[in-house]
């Protein structure tokens, strides 16, 4: 959405400070470990959200449509308008909302009477005389629109309601349709009896007439006319699924009551895992990519890039993060307050370190040059080289191997040393207080220090 903070990283491996309590960085070649993407939970200012947000709808004009145990929300990327009992809504228990080919906007309810939204205009059984004629007084349990034009609506009272281009209503019964439905040909088909777990919903997705389905924690694909190939048995923490839906780059992504999975249909042999702490009740993906995910107990939340990571505080010894670095090994390096830092290495994994010095600072720069990593402080300097570490009582604010041999130091001067005679030289210069002008090569404090190009 076009107010929305974008995130933009280096297409192969990109850093973000996010805040001071977080760091953002992207591996896109590691899958499974437990750290999960970034997500902004959506908080609007001018109206309250309910934490219990069923599904997510981007409309053909671009505005996202909420449903939740309080009503209808709809935002047009600035602000939010709210829809319930109190301005007409029939009800507030909002399931799933559906755009047909209409653009009509439909609002799928517990109550069974459904409403729609079209041209700024809420239309109820109470001012609309097709709606009216829907009989439903129970949950309505599915819904499918044909290439006609013809929507068709399943309740618990056992019945199958379909509405014409022409706005008719025809109301059949069927005891079979088992929360999922489709047409084919003005035939409706549902769920296969023997493919039920009757403590459990079964759920179902359609994209390009491909159907998946899930009970329990198996998902089915229909190979043909009647016939369903298990696809995966989800892991059992996994509890239930309760969403699903297919993209069109052939992605399946399934909601459950402890997480998000996301599979390839033609590739069950990988299989992503995020969220495990949330019950993922929707998946919309928007114009922009980006990912809409709602929860039933969480709201509603944006995620920008899957490749990008989060790791929180309690993992690492400081909240603040002062800076980041890579190296040529793909582990990502984290400088922190109190002379801590701390590795994430490329599977994930997590050490953490201590800067040993008589008073504890902040980390402010880390560089690796050629087999030497050093961290700099503002309480001295360590050189880390072939795994043993070396401590200088002499702080910086960085640090730049230049040349073949040279160092430069950047403090309230900017000093050059020779890097084969570093230690004699630092502690010379340390002994006689930082003062000699054969080292001294501008005389200007320096917190930064990058290379130049040759041009």
């Known amino acids: 959405m076009s107010n929305m903070e974008n995130i933009k990283l280096d297409p192969n491996y990109g850093i973000v400070k996010k805040g001071v309590a977080i760091v953002v960085f992207c591996i896109s070649a590691i899958n499974g470990f437990a750290q999960d993407p970034l997500a902004t939970r959506i908080n609007p200012d001018n109206v309250y959200l309910s934490s219990t947000v069923y599904y997510v709808l981007q409309d053909s004009e671009g505005f996202i449509w909420l449903s939740t145990d309080a009503g209808v929300y709809k935002y047009d990327s600035y602000q939010f308008e709210h829809f319930s009992t109190a301005n007409g809504l029939p009800d507030n228990e909002i399931f799933r909302i559906y755009e047909d080919k209409k653009h009509r906007i439909w609002f799928i309810p517990l109550n069974g009477k459904l409403s729609y939204y079209q041209n700024g205009k809420l239309f109820t059984p109470e001012n609309n005389k097709m709606l009216s004629q829907i009989p439903f007084t129970k949950i309505v349990i599915g819904e499918f629109e044909d290439e006609k034009g013809n929507m068709y609506f399943a309740s618990k009272n056992e019945m199958v309601c379909k509405i014409t281009p022409e706005d008719s209503v025809e109301v059949t019964y069927n005891k079979m349709i088992y929360n999922f439905l489709w047409v084919v040909n003005d035939s409706v088909y549902t769920i296969e009896e023997h493919l039920l777990n009757r403590h459990y919903n079964p759920r179902g997705c359609i994209y390009n007439e491909k159907i998946v389905i899930g009970i329990c924690t198996d998902v089915y694909y229909k190979k043909g006319f009647g016939e369903f190939e298990k696809l995966i048995t989800l892991p059992e923490q996994s509890v239930e699924i309760i969403f699903m839906c297919l993209f069109s780059d052939s992605s399946l992504y399934i909601g459950t009551r402890k997480g998000l999975y996301i599979l390839d249909p033609n590739d069950t042999t990988t299989l992503h895992n995020y969220f495990q702490d949330w019950a993922i ?113 002499f702080y910086g604010n960085d640090l730049l191997r230049f040349g073949e041999n040279s160092l430069i130091l950047g403090q309230e001067q900017v000093l050059k040393f020779n890097a084969e005679n570093f230690d004699s030289e630092i502690a010379y210069t340390i002994s006689t207080r930082y003062g000699q002008d054969k080292y001294t090569l501008i005389k200007t404090r320096c917190n930064v220090l990058t290379a130049g190009c040759k041009c």
């Open 281 to 393: 009740t929707c998946i919309e993906k928007d114009f922009e990519n980006n990912l809409w995910v709602s929860t039933l107990e969480d709201g509603v939340h944006l995620i920008q890039s899957l490749n990008v990571l989060k790791y929180n505080e309690p993992n690492l010894p400081s909240k603040i993060v002062t800076c980041l670095e890579k190296d040529a090994q793909n582990n990502l390096w984290i400088g922190l307050t109190n002379d801590d830092y701390a590795i994430i290495d490329n599977t994930g994994k997590i050490t953490n370190h201590h800067f040993v010095s008589k008073i504890d600072h902040d980390i402010v720069n880390i560089h690796h040059f050629d087999g030497e990593t050093w961290v700099v402080s503002k309480s001295g300097l360590l050189k880390i080289e072939n795994g043993q570490k070396k401590y200088y009582e």
